[in-house]
């Protein structure tokens, strides 16, 4: 195989400093793995092992404590995620990073359908094609049509999902994190999203997929990166003075 | 990316009170006051520094009190600061906003920059009808047509989504939201390229704060317009800012993407805002 990855993690560590438990809690430790274009890289391990923390440090939600996420840009340029420019870091966000997650932040008067076509308005798409796939895409999903216009607000778990995996996979960005995104899914949605997820692995984006299933690992993965607990779990320190106690 | 740098502060201090060669030093988040207790002035902000660019929105939380106002007004002329620098870009041009003469930043305030205060008497003239708040700032730019004044008046409030028939009714008669809506579009009269929100949504009811959020939103979008958005509601941050700006006696304790600082907070004090917000 002789493609080059688009991202490298290389050693990355994040320890959390709770101040006001006077606490240092390791979250993920020596990480290191690749993306590469058209393929899936599966994080597995036990819950607690990390996996949500490396992707969030990715996408730079988490500030790494160490290591480097040297990430290959659409223009050839090579940056280190960990410690790029965050005016940068948002520029990648809104053009070659996505991020599935079970969270959802939107304003109240959005409907879902724009919710999910807003990446594609943003990159110049006209409004009315990129509603278009946008339903397309939440109908393969199977969020029923009733919602399509409604505010995802107040949607169930589950909704909310289907809403975050139309968003995320219609963007096709160049590198997409997922984490679990079929959590609370059916297992008729949850083929439709094997399905769409093989068919953007074809248009070239490289994926990150934390999945707790064996089997989407097996249906899905080409390289599959397995993480422990931290060893050495918690420290407790003084508050007062930030030293370990 | 720099061309589109919109703000550029560096190290801006305002003082209240005589000051004293000890303030900065007495005061700040290590001393828990933004009183000097050398010579009793007040440090409402001191060594903000920060940049902004095309089509963003900052945030910047913190206690009342932590000077958050302070920096806002500073920028927008209200106040003159103590020392500091902020650099303004627009159309091609450079503005040095602490050294330009009376007429220069009457030009700044009344066509490239909007303020939306959080008490609409401060923003608003209550003596003239909503309409009429609209027409005073478009009569100080180029537009002096009556009919045309009149129609941009009715297009910025049909926009802004205030029932135009009521444009000539006073803004007494309008409830909180509306006249945050009519501040607005008094704002954005001009097009402006650096809009002022100053707790923006603060005291309104959920629902009329969320349509005040989606229109905040909507004009970010159509217009590119740079926005700094003062709250103490981290909602609110989470909602409009990109990055965020954390203050507290004065400084800034804490600044990153607006996700990060909310989800990984670094400062201890941070730690507790975004705790006690859950
Ligand atoms: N004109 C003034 N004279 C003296 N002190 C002032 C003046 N204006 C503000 N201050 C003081 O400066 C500090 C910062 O005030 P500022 O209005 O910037 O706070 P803020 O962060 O906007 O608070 P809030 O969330 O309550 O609006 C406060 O201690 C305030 O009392
Ligand atoms: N924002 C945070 N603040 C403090 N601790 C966190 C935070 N996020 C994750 N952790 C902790 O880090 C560890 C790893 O969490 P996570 O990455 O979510 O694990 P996984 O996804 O593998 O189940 C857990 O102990 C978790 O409680
Ligand atoms: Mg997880
Ligand atoms: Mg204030
Ligand atoms: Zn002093």
Known sequence: MNIQPILEVEDFSKTFILHEQGKSLPSSQSVFLKAFPGRLTALIGPTGAGKSTVLKGIYRTYLPTSGRIMFTTGQGQILDLALADE???????????????????????????????????????????????????LGKLNLPERLWAVSPATFSGGEKQRVNLARGLLAQPRLLLLDEPTASLDAKTTDRVIELIQNLKETGTAMIAIFHDMDLV???????????????????????????? | MTNDKVLQVRNLSKVYGKGCSKCFELTGPEHNT????????????????????????????????????????????????????????????????????????????????????????????????????????????????????????????????????????????????????????????????????DEVTTGLDLSVQAAILDLIMEIQRESETAMIAVTHDLGVIRLLAGRTIVMKYGRIIESGLTDQILEDPQDAYTQRLVASAL
């Open chain 1, 218 to 245: 097996k249906k899905l993965a080409d390289d599959v990166v397995k993480l422990e607990p931290p060893v050495g779990t918690e420290h407790f320190f003084n508050s007062n003075t930030n030293e370990v106690a």
């Open chain 2, 34 to 197: 933004n009183i000097c207790p050398h010579c009793g002035s007040v440090v409402a902000a001191h060594d903000i520094s920060f940049d902004l660019y095309k089509g963003e929105i900052l945030g910047i939380m913190g206690e009342s009190g932590s000077g958050k106002s302070t920096a806002v007004k500073n920028l927008f002329f209200d106040e003159i600061p103590s020392s500091g620098q902020a650099i303004f870009f627009d159309e091609g041009k450079q503005y040095d906003l602490f050294n330009l003469n009376a007429q220069q930043k009457r030009h700044l305030r009344n066509h490239r920059f909007g303020m939306v205060y959080q008490n609409p008497h401060l923003g608003l003239n209550f003596n003239v009808s909503a309409g009429g708040n609209i027409a005073e700032r478009l009569l100080m730019s180029q537009l002096s047509n009556y009919q045309e004044i009149r129609e941009r008046a009715i297009e910025l409030l049909h926009r802004t989504e205030v029932l135009t028939e009521r444009m000539d009714e006073m803004p007494k008669n309008f409830s909180g939201g509306m006249q945050q809506r009519v501040q607005i579009a008094k704002a954005l009269a001009t097009n402006p390229t650096l809009l002022f929100l």
């Open chain 1, 87 to 137: 005016h940068k870091i948002l520029e990648l966000r809104q053009e070659e990073i996505g991020f599935v997650t079970q969270f959802l932040h939107t304003l109240p008067r959005q409907s879902t359908e724009d919710v999910v076509a807003m990446p594609l308005i943003k990159e110049g798409v006209p409004h009315d094609i990129a509603l278009e796939k946008a339903r397309d895409i």
